[in-house]
């Protein structure tokens, strides 16, 4: 079986209904550096928050979550009258002030009392039983694969075009490779061109030696062995990393940046025209992969 890599962007949604319930769960992930959570219920499953997310983790390493949960169902709400019963015992204390003061009995009406939207009110409750959080369970983990497929659907469509980019920059660095050899030869040839100009007319000779050591000074300081070694050994461990699948995203960001590096240094180091336009196309390439990378788990 292919390992496989996930991109951070997807979307799930799974609707399911048991015993008169109907529970519905919406899944959206985004791009992000790290494991940012969102999430949206009724009130009452509030609490049932953390085991939604433990849940979700499962399958969700890296990147903006937004979950969205609906529930529904006959028994699921439930009315109920709600008495404030500190104001009905201060009703009654000031009854029996006013009766006090008035030098008679003062008596409550109890009909008068139940209207009074102050004092007594309808509440509308959720009933929350193990149907519902079991059923919640079973919907996000539907609305989980649904979004898993899609990010790895993604992720194949990524890693098929990483692979031709990094195929596109191992064909540059063995150009490139090609031609460093050429790179003291030419200046060689340049400098020893520019000194016969000098001295063409005047009574005076070139030392062949001194050019050879200035040649070989340059050649010290041009050298882009090492650079282009570890540009080769970059590519070759993306490839590598992108076999193995899993949670990659990270490293495949800190080659990228790896990468980059070694394209500067050879770039500023190679005093040769041909390799300095082919550096120019590989940066681009590494700033493609950059982007791509970005989307990956």
Known sequence: MIAMIASMTGYGHATSQKAGYKVSVELRTVNHRFFEWFCKMPRPLIY???????????????????VFITVDGEGLHQRALHVDWSLLEQYRQVAKKIGQVLETEARFDVHSLLVDEQLVSMQEETAVNETVTDLVIETLREAINQLCKMRNHEGEL??????????????????????????????????????????????????EWRLLAEVAIFAEKADISEELTRLDAHIKQFFAILAAGG?????????????????NTIGSKANHLDIRQIVVEVKSEIEKLKEQVQNIE
């Open 247 to 263: 949670i990659v995203g990270r490293k495949l960001d800190f080659l990228v940046q790896e990468m980059n590096r070694e394209a």
């Open 48 to 66: 049932f928050e953390e085991e939604v997310k433990k849940t979700v983790r499962q399958s969700v390493h890296r990147g903006k979550v937004e």
């Open 158 to 207: 990524l890693a098929n075009d990483l692979k031709k980019r990094l195929t596109t920059l191992l064909a540059f660095n063995e150009q490139i490779k090609t031609l460093a050899p050429n790179v003291a030869n030419d200046y060689r040839d340049r400098l020893k061109q520019r000194i016969e100009e000098y001295v063409q007319g005047l009574d005076h000779t070139f030392d």
